[in-house]
């Protein structure tokens, strides 16, 4: 009698962990290659229309040299010790240019709603159609640090000064924390409001009490006792304190004093602190609207 062989059975249970890997790692590409291809045709747009970069350039720029003309006849140390008016400005500039800009990040996705082109996303077999969102947010952040090199440039020529490589970086920090939070709210208006001038009339509204309810213009010395306590629970505050301390200042660490709040001393890492608790409230408070748009 000739004896049969019979194979080994597999074993079942290392099937699925065996398969999850290949799958995991092919939603995580899809992703990545599907937020690149959104990313691209942003930066196709704007290569075609250039207007926004540009202006998006040239109005800090007008910024730091008419307001740092208009208060050029300061008395010297109204501002700070030995701190010009034109050194006081740059970082209020830095940060306003940024917020202003990821501010308006909802716009393009709010075009893309009303003419019909993301209702071709959401139908498309994405892989994740949080991939519309992190798209806008690489574009917009990509637009703030071009803007932030360049004002930094124009304020180190008008005489400001430039902060050491470690300072630059820390700049880049603060601007894309700051960046991330606000352009999450944007992308969040976008989806809770019905259209673009409702939109732009919020973006209208929130952008110069904003700015006016910031240290960008004045130090907190400066105001009334109830705008003191506006502008610290104002998010732009604590950036622009920040960048304005790593100016002045190259040997900082997370213990350095940047700010004097009605309550107390504020150092680097607790602005810090307030900045990546923002961004976590937005995206916190953005994703279950999103799901449901999404869905």
Do not use: C
């Amino acid at each position: 009698m000739s004896s049969t062989l019979t194979p080994p059975k597999p074993d079942i249970r290392l099937q699925p962990q065996a398969a999850s890997q290949p799958v995991a790692s092919g939603l995580l590409g899809d992703f990545i290659q599907e937020t690149l291809a959104l990313t691209k045709r942003l930066f196709i747009q704007l290569q075609r229309r250039p207007s926004t970069l540009i202006a998006g350039i040239i109005q800090p720029l007008m910024w730091l040299v008419l307001f740092g003309a208009l208060f050029q006849n300061a008395p010297q140390g109204l501002f700070g010790n030995s701190l010009s008016y034109g050194q006081f400005l740059g970082a209020g500039v830095i940060v306003f240019t940024a917020f202003a800009g990821a501010l308006n990040a909802g716009l393009p996705v709010m075009f893309d709603r009303e003419f019909g082109f993301l209702n071709r996303l959401l139908v498309a077999p994405l892989a994740s159609r949080f991939s519309i969102v992190a798209a806008s947010a690489i574009y917009i952040i990509a637009l703030s640090f071009i803007q932030t090199a360049v004002i930094v440039t124009a304020s180190a020529l008008l005489g400001a000064g430039l902060p050491n490589i470690l300072g630059l970086s820390a700049i880049a920090l603060i601007v894309f924390l700051l960046v991330v939070g606000v352009t999450a709210l944007s992308l969040g208006l976008t989806f809770a409001l019905p259209g673009h001038v409702e939109l732009i009339a919020v973006i209208f509204v929130t952008n110069l009490p904003l700015l006016f309810a910031s240290t960008a213009l004045a130090p907190l010395s400066f105001m009334p006792k109830w705008l003191q306590i506006v502008a610290t629970l104002n998010p732009l505050s604590y950036a622009i304190e920040s960048i304005r301390y790593l100016y002045l200042n190259s040997d900082w660490g997370l213990g350095s004093v940047v700010m004097q709040a009605p309550w107390g001393a504020v150092t680097f890492g607790a602005a810090l602190l307030v900045l990546i608790g923002f961004d976590a409230l937005v995206l916190l408070a953005i994703q279950p609207l999103l799901r449901r748009r999404f869905a």
